[in-house]
Nanobody, 128 residues
Framework: QVQLVESGGGLVPAGDSLRLSCASS????????IGWLRQAPDMARDFVAA????????GYADSVKGRFTISRDNAKNRMYLQMNSLKPEDTAVYYC?????????????????????WGQGTQVNVSS
């Protein structure tokens, strides 16, 4: 099991940027694919971005492609989500999550059901 703690959320105007961080502890961070998922009020938890253990492959939701960038630093047990050109529809609680199912070694997991360990979330609010 890995413990995850998100930080970096806040309130920003549309068009601004935020950088979310996810710090891990417990089992070695490099064993896991890591993802960011978000949940708006009364909505399901949706995939945003993910990165495999080595950082060599990433995946993005269509809604954030070209605006968000996921990265990781295994030496520091941290993962990041750089969010640029934010839109009001990006408003949500953002969660980082860890996956070590078999396929996640090669492919960034997209389904919330592929993630076993979750952080507590960080709120992002984008005003119009």
């Amino acid at each position: 099991q890995v413990q995850l703690v998100e930080s970096g959320g806040g309130l920003v105007p549309a068009g601004d940027s935020l950088r979310l961080s996810c710090a891990s502890s417990g089992r070695p961070f490099s064993l896991y694919a890591i993802g960011w998922l978000r949940q708006a009020p009364d909505m399901a938890r949706d995939f945003v971005a993910a990165i495999i253990w080595s950082g060599g492959k990433t995946g993005y939701a269509d809604s954030v492609k070209g605006r968000f960038t996921i990265s990781r630093d295994n030496a520091k047990n941290r993962m990041y989500l750089q969010m640029n050109s934010l839109k009001p529809e990006d408003t949500a609680v953002y969660y980082c999550a860890a996956s070590n199912i078999g396929g996640s070694y090669y492919y960034p997991p997209r389904s919330p059901f592929e993630y076993a360990d979750w952080g507590q979330g960080t709120q992002v609010n984008v005003s119009s």
